[in-house]
Nanobody, 125 residues
Framework: QVQLVESGGGLVQAWGSLRLSCAAS????????MGWFRQAPGKEREFVAA????????SYADSAKGRFTISRDNTKNTVYLQMNSLKPEDTAVYYC??????????????????WGQGTQVTVSS
């Protein structure tokens, strides 16, 4: 019984902000790297950000650096993605995923083994 539920998506104007949340259950959340990915229609799923099990280490796609911040609260079994200065090209379905235990994973989708259903983010110009 593993479940990831994303929330917080919606329609925003360019230059606006959103905070996505992903609530996890069914695993020992605090031992896993967590990641955020996104997928636009007709495109492959792409890496956005990842955070180590303790929250002490993070990695970001170049497109996210300086604008997005990944964080987690292990007491709430939740990982967040704060998105600022949003652009229309950020429009996608955003997914959170479990990565490996303890070690920080990067952009390789194959390092993540369980995915949420996604939440739609639409950025209008």
């Amino acid at each position: 019984q593993v479940q990831l539920v994303e929330s917080g998506g919606g329609l925003v104007q360019a230059w606006g902000s959103l905070r996505l949340s992903c609530a996890a259950s069914g695993r020992t959340f605090g031992t896993y790297t967590m990641g955020w990915f996104r997928q636009a229609p007709g495109k492959e799923r792409e890496f956005v950000a990842a955070i180590s099990y303790s929250g002490s280490r993070t990695s970001y796609a170049d497109s996210a650096k300086g604008r997005f911040t990944i964080s987690r609260d292990n007491t709430k079994n939740t990982v967040y993605l704060q998105m600022n200065s949003l652009k229309p090209e950020d429009t996608a379905v955003y997914y959170c995923a479990f990565g490996p235990r303890y070690r920080l994973a990067g952009p390789d989708l194959h390092e993540y083994d369980y995915w949420g259903q996604g939440t739609q983010v639409t950025v209008s110009s």
